[in-house]
């Protein structure tokens, strides 16, 4: 995690922002363990107390456990969990905003033609 942050959050969100997209893109798996609070901490240059607020609302969310001694871990299912809540996320969100420019500009036709199949050349 590189310590790049935006003033539009807090870094604790960002720092959850940035676990989920590690599990949503595959970076960690199912019961893989988390960076450790101090490990975070230090690479990001934040207080650990900040780090753990972000792991606490992961574990909040059911999609680490801790695991006394050992640290936390990704559960079960928390892939299919995030994939679920940020598909909604995103249609709720941004698609309206996304479809209201697309609509604005004129592209419809353009991006799906973009995304239609080529003909073979010499057929």
């Given at each position: 995690m590189e310590p790049e942050w935006n003033d539009s959050q807090p870094i604790y969100r960002q720092i959850r922002e940035r676990v989920v997209a590690m599990i949503l893109d595959g970076l960690l798996k199912e019961?893989?363990?988390?960076?450790?609070?101090?490990?975070?901490?230090?690479?990001?240059?934040?207080?650990?107390?900040?780090?753990?607020?972000?792991?606490?609302?992961?574990?909040?969310?059911?999609?680490?456990?801790?695991?006394r001694g050992l640290g936390m871990f990704i559960n079960?299912?928390?892939?299919?969990?995030?994939?679920?809540?940020?598909?909604?996320?995103?249609?709720?969100?941004?698609?309206p905003?996304?479809?209201?420019?697309?609509?604005?500009?004129?592209?419809?036709d353009e991006l799906l033609g973009a995304s239609a199949p080529k003909p073979r050349r010499g057929s």
């Open positions: 019961g893989d363990p988390l960076p450790s609070v101090r490990n975070v901490a230090t690479e990001t240059r934040v207080n650990p107390l900040t780090v753990l607020k972000a792991y606490q609302m992961l574990e909040a969310e059911r999609l680490v456990e801790k695991r079960a299912g928390a892939r299919g969990l995030l994939l679920a809540a940020e598909r909604q996320k995103f249609l709720t969100e941004q698609w905003e996304i479809h209201a420019t697309i609509e604005r500009l004129g592209l419809i």
